[in-house]
């Protein structure tokens, strides 16, 4: 299910760790614009499909496609700062401020001026409520401002498309809505987004799309109204009666 020309185009996509096959032959496209929500339970392969997407991990089989050239034959660098990653744990530099965490990666990857990535990483710090922090190193921050300072960095590298990995898992209950509004401002920016979340109240609010996935397969795909109210699939249907229950927010 997509709309317009796909920015990303994921055909037959396999992975394998060992014996364990976690991707099975996944099928997606994402329109430029989109904000995707993948949903599913532990182990079914959402993470791997995030990581498989800017090759952090090597696919065992298929292929895909960022704006229509297959990503294995892009360099590293420009394919990490075109697709970006939010991760679960944060992966800030401890012994780098705030602000050198968003300015590294521009000077070494986009060659930018010092001067000029500092312009870049307080215009991206003030916008996720993080500026009057850039002097902060990680250990005098918490979770969730470290995970604002994160996406920060993210967003320093002008990325077309930004994955999360799970952003609210490693954080307090009170710190999950301060970035979960962070995400939504960047909706509403008209960026193109991949969330993987438990968070279903926010993966209804704010997905133009949700993707169920179990046992590495896409399960199914549709709009949230739809895919919420009116699951089509037994597994989806028996994975949000659990999860919607369990966040008290009322079943299928």
Not at 84 to 89: A, E, I, L
Not at 119 to 142: H, N, W
Request: glycine content about 10%; hydrophobic content about 40%; some cysteine.
């Amino acid at each position: 299910m997509e709309s317009g020309n796909p920015i990303i185009e994921i055909t037959g996509l396999e992975k394998r760790f060992g014996p364990n096959t976690v991707l099975k032959g996944v099928d997606l496209s994402v329109s430029k614009g989109q904000v995707v929500c993948l949903i599913g339970p532990s182990g079914s392969g959402k993470s791997t499909l995030l990581r498989c997407i800017n090759l952090l991990e090597t696919p065992d089989a298929g292929t895909i496609c960022f704006q229509g050239q297959d990503v294995t034959q892009m360099p590293p660098g420009p394919l990490h700062a075109k697709i970006g990653m939010v991760f679960q744990q944060f992966n800030l530099f401890g012994n780098l401020n705030a602000l050198d965490n968003c300015v590294l990666g521009q000077m070494k990857v986009l060659k930018r001026s010092r001067s000029k990535s500092e312009e870049i990483a307080q215009k991206y710090l003030e916008r996720v409520g993080m500026l009057p922090y850039r002097d902060a190193r990680p250990d005098q921050l918490s979770g969730g401002q470290k995970q604002r300072v994160a996406i920060a960095r993210a967003l320093s590298m002008d990325p077309e498309v930004l994955m999360f990995d799970e952003p609210t898992s490693a954080l307090d209950p009170e710190m999950v809505d301060e970035v979960l509004s962070v995400i939504k401002t960047l909706k509403d920016g008209g960026l193109t987004m991949l969330i993987v979340t438990h968070e279903m109240a926010f993966a209804r609010d704010a997905a133009d799309r949700i993707v169920f996935m179990d046992a590495g397969q896409l399960v199914e795909d549709g709009r949230p109204e739809a895919l919420f109210t009116h699951p089509e699939n037994p597994r989806t249907r028996a994975f949000l009666s659990r999860s919607l229950r369990g966040q008290g927010i009322g079943t299928p």
